[in-house]
């Protein structure tokens, strides 16, 4: 699952390959994005420049055009020059915007529109966003907020969850969901209001070090994939990167005990803790006292 990570790797390679430069090529497979190409071309435009926000990756465009995508479980965008052989097969292919020797391609694209400025800004997928853990402007105590105000609202909502909700905090995804609770020692099943300010604290510093640090050691390189090479650990070795994802039935690299899975949420994915190092805690209920009993 592509992570606000690697969505922020995606993008800066495309803007380092492509920002500044004209667009030579434009093809698509998807009839709406076709369909603006035809009435206001992609060619002769130039990409001012590619960002991140949240998961969406932004090309924009000269004159006011820019290209919004979300890659979903699927997605990728891969930059080649030009006669280099593609890493994807060629019908998975759905954009590619090629300026000079390089193609920008899009696989497997599950998500892309057009937008001018005025219309992004309405969008509900960008406009509706948290704070992004990514962006320089994050704030350690500005996010621990934006998670107490969603819980006050939503006191029986998992925390493991509110991480995975793009509004209250943008560009966590799966993996790093369950390693960021885990360094927290925070049970990904804990309802917000049995989680402290503290904790809250705690969780978002370590979502901002995590995220950043994996975004921070990029080479430069040709393929921006999603396969990435996460470390939570901080271990090198392949097989010891991370603490908690996808190891269940495995020993706790901290403890020692059986990590465990369970899917969680709307979307039922997999959580992956160590129920020793995260142990699980209760909701109070001062609302269930001898009084009211009476
Ligand atoms: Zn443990």
Not at 167 to 193: D, H, L, Q, T, Y
Not at 230 to 249: C, E, F, H
Not at 282 to 288: G, I, S, V
């Amino acid at each position: 699952m592509p992570e606000g990570d690697s969505i922020f790797r995606a993008a800066r390679a495309l803007q380092k390959s492509l920002a500044g430069k004209v667009v030579t090529g434009f093809e698509t497979t998807l009839a709406k994005l076709a369909s603006v190409d035809d009435q206001s071309p992609i060619v002769g435009r130039t990409v001012e420049r590619v960002e991140a926000r949240g998961k969406w990756c932004l090309i924009f465009f000269s004159g006011d055009l820019i290209l919004l995508t979300h890659m979903r479980m699927s997605g990728s965008w891969h930059l080649y020059k030009i006669g280099e052989r593609w890493q994807a097969p060629r019908n998975a292919m759905r954009v590619v915007i090629t300026c000079g020797s390089v193609h920008a391609v899009g696989f497997s694209v599950p998500v892309a529109e057009f937008h001018t400025a005025r219309s992004l800004e309405r969008s509900s997928h960008v406009s509706g966003l948290g704070l992004d853990v990514l962006d320089a402007a994050y704030r350690v105590g500005e996010a621990a907020r934006a998670m107490r105000e969603f819980g006050r609202a939503h006191p029986d909502a998992e925390i493991a969850n509110v991480l995975l909700n793009q509004r209250v905090i943008a560009g966590i995804g799966n993996i790093f969901k369950s390693e960021i609770v885990f360094a927290a020692a925070v049970n990904p099943f804990r309802r917000m209001e049995t989680i402290s300010d503290r904790e809250l604290e705690r969780i978002a510093e370590i979502a901002q070090r995590y995220m950043q640090a994996s975004v921070a050691e990029e080479k430069a390189q040709g393929i921006a994939t999603y396969a990435g090479n996460r470390s939570t650990t901080g271990a090198r070795d392949r097989g010891a990167r991370l603490w908690v994802y996808r190891r269940q039935g495995q020993e706790c690299r901290r403890c020692g005990a059986i990590i465990e899975m369970r899917r969680q949420g709307t979307g039922a994915r997999s959580t992956y803790w160590c129920p020793s190092c995260q142990p699980w805690i209760e909701a109070e209920k001062p609302h269930l006292t001898s009084r009211e009993s009476n």
